[in-house]
């Protein structure tokens, strides 16, 4: 395998991407041409790379490794190299003082016997100095680590120091011994000539030893020289060889995946960057390209993704503004069955859809029932016009509350509720369930000309849209329910009124009717004129029952500030009757909602009737006050009072009071009567605060 170490790369396309660099052959070439041919370094160090390892930092660390091992090596040779040059010039200086030392114990020998110097000094030198040359000949032998001193590692040397060894045990010192004890001057002159031969041959033997030991430094001083010589070279060629290797391994590469990298930011996708090794750049050159034939495809199909992607967002903007345009328009005030029209007439046109129709739930019959339809025959609208629940395709859907496709075109003929459908030309058909709050209202149903496919985010839709038709329906349904609620609870609140008022008139007169039929039958005409005249008053009263209650049914058409409704009110009430009236107002001014003003002002209207019918008073006051806990109603009177606690519904007494309480009820407001006989009566209604009020 070809590892790209200390090679320059030769660029070429990897293999998995060959039909990708065939159809890029000139970017390829623009790119490897500049690394086409390999230098002699390269050429020699090609089979050392075939050793390095595969990944970039192994093989930097395998590089600086062996720079160091190198290094390391040639510094201890030269270090061992020094230690024997130090060693070596030591043993030189004690070997050299052998010589020395032969000479001065001849001179103190021939001292002694020319009696030059005292025998004994003499003796005691000479002993001294033999002393000396044993420590030196010993640490010659055994050397000194200390110093250091020793001698090369020589045969040569070692023969040479083993002949001065034997020269002086054997000759020289038992030569000198002798002399140091002889006492005939003849024998003395003999033993003094041998010791001059003996010493004599010693010396040419140590001046022997002291050039083995300067040869052998000569022959370290020299390796010293080549090996310092040989690091600063290494050190050079290290370098460039550092820098060559950085450069190809590091800094080539980068330079080609920098000019891919610009290529690729110039919109140049054909760029591929070659790759010849196995390691991390080699991973990164295949990942660029990998990258660039993803660009590529990309680039070739961006318009039609841009194209798809413009459809789809149309689409979803279409899809939204008919979600929208559809809420609006149920947001507005309509009936059931133009809301459904509505909104089937929109899908229709959105979906180029054939036709359709609404169904509703009856909740008492259990059936599916037409309510709007667009574009279907009058066979099929008479047909099924009533649909039980779970019958067809539209049942099933409105009993699973879940939206259903169906193809008519493979519909087998004659057989089922869907010959209507097929009969009036529809290929196929969707039902989609109509529902609010997990109950099912009923469901919606698209018919097309063709086998059209409803694809997942038009049911999504559609079923939005279902939805929000539940929504509205139910709306309207709880609005016609409150309104007939509202028209109950008048009604209701008109008959108590009647029945306290006009109802108790009528049966008055009544009795006077008989009463007078009595007197007439009998003949006692000053008793008929008596009862006429009750019956005269009793037909004033209830005349007047009548007009003080089409003013109360009125007030809240005619008046729409509370204290200008307040003041009329108390004007008519004050001419009809001549009871005087006072009207006061403080606080924010605080204005109830529309609704509660209506019932405010019917509390004061029947506040009012039961001061005329009850109290007998001269003078009634209203004060209205707004503040942070809401608005306070008081109406109060000087009349007789009576005692609340007495007062029932059952004994057909004032029943006003439980008129009012109820209509204080229904707004949220709490109505208090503070009464007792011969101290008037006060009426006090309490509103909250309007964010309070439901």
């Known amino acids: 395998m070809q590892c790209g170490v200390f090679i320059l790369p030769v660029f070429a396309c990897p293999g998995s991407e060959s039909l990708a660099c065939a159809r890029n052959r000139t970017q390829c070439g623009k790119i490897s041409n500049m690394d086409m041919t390999r230098t002699p370094l390269a050429r020699v160090l090609s089979p050392v790379a075939k050793l390095m390892p595969r990944k970039l930092g192994a093989r930097i660390n395998a590089v600086l490794m062996l720079f160091f091992v190198f290094a390391l090596a040639v510094i201890l040779l030269t270090l061992y190299v020094g230690h024997q040059l130090e060693g070596g010039a030591a043993a030189i200086n004690d070997a050299g003082s052998l010589r020395m030392r032969t000479y001065g114990l001849a001179f103190r020998l021939h001292q002694m016997f020319d009696g030059t110097l005292p025998r004994d000094m003499a003796t005691a030198e000479a002993r001294q100095l033999m002393d000396e040359f044993e420590t030196t000949l010993n640490r010659l032998e055994n050397g000194d680590p200390d110093r250091p001193l020793f001698l090369p590692r020589e045969p040569r040397v ?86 060559y ?161 169906f193809d008519l075109s493979r519909q087998p003929g004659g057989t089922g509720l869907l010959m209507n459908c ?161 009207f006061s107002k403080s606080g924010d001014g605080m204005v109830p909602a529309a609704t509660s003003t209506i019932q405010v002002l019917h509390i004061i209207q029947e506040a009012l009737s039961n001061v005329r019918k009850h109290a007998g008073a001269t003078k009634v006051e209203v004060g209205l006050h707004g503040g942070a806990d809401g608005l306070r109603i008081s109406v109060r009177d000087d009349g007789r009072g009576f005692d609340p606690r007495g007062v029932t519904e059952e004994a057909g007494s004032h029943v006003g009071i439980s008129i009012m309480r109820e209509r204080a009820h229904r707004i949220g407001a709490r109505l208090d009567v503070d009464s007792a006989p011969g101290r008037g009566t006060a009426v006090t209604l309490a509103l909250p605060p309007m964010n309070s009020q439901g």
């Open 422 to 582: 097929v009969r009036d030309g529809h290929a196929a058909m969707a039902a989609i369930p109509i529902g609010s709050k997990n109950q099912m209202l009923g469901l919606f149903t698209l018919f097309f000309p063709t086998g059209r496919t409803i694809e997942a985010h038009e049911l999504r839709l559609l079923e939005a849209i279902g939805q929000h038709l539940g929504v509205a329906i139910e709306n309207l349904r709880l609005a016609h329910r409150e309104k007939e609620m509202a028209v109950s609870e008048e009604r209701n609140l008109l008959a108590q009124e009647l029945h306290d008022s006009i109802a108790q008139s009528l049966a008055f007169l009544n009795i006077q009717a008989q009463m007078l039929q009595g007197s007439l039958r009998e003949g006692r005409p000053d008793a008929a004129a008596a009862e006429l005249a009750n019956m005269r008053e009793g037909i004033q009263e209830s005349y007047d029952n009548v007009r003080e209650l089409l003013v109360h049914f009125r007030i809240g058409a005619d008046h729409a500030e509370l204290d200008d409704a307040v003041r009329s009110a108390l004007e008519k009430f004050e001419g009809q009757t001549g009871i005087r009236t006072a």
């Open 158 to 243: 070692a023969r040479q120091m083993r002949a001065l060894r034997h020269e002086w045990d054997a000759g020289l010192k038992p030569q000198i011994e002798r002399l140091l004890t002889v006492r005939d001057d003849a024998e003395r002159r003999r033993l003094i000539a041998r010791l001059d031969a003996t010493v004599q041959r010693y010396v040419p033997m140590a001046n022997e030893l002291v050039l083995l030991v300067e040869q052998s430094n000569a022959h370290h001083t020299y390796l010293m020289y080549v090996f310092q010589n040989g690091l600063v070279a290494f050190s050079l060629f290290g370098t460039l060889l550092l820098i």
């Open 245 to 405: 290797l950085f450069n190809t391994l590091v800094i080539r590469p980068v330079e080609t995946l920098k000019t891919g990298i610009g290529r690729m930011a110039e919109s140049d996708f054909g760029v591929r960057l070659p790759v010849v090794t196995r390691d991390e750049f080699g991973e990164l050159a295949t990942g660029f390209n990998r990258m660039a034939d993803h660009l590529q495809d990309l680039y070739a199909t961006l318009e039609q993704r841009v194209t798809e992607k413009t459809r789809s967002v149309e689409e979803k903007n279409r899809e939204l503004a008919l979600l929208y345009g559809i809420a609006a328009y149920l947001a507005e005030p309509s009936t059931t069955e133009a809301a459904c029209k509505g909104v089937l007439l929109r899908l229709c046109s959105l979906l180029d859809a054939s036709g359709g129709v609404v169904r509703l739930v009856n909740a008492a019959t259990r059936e599916l029932e037409i309510v709007a339809g667009h574009n279907m025959s009058d066979t099929f609208l008479k047909a099924e016009t009533r649909l039980p629940v779970g019958t067809c395709l539209c049942g099933s859907a409105a009993m699973q509350g879940a939206a259903l496709t």
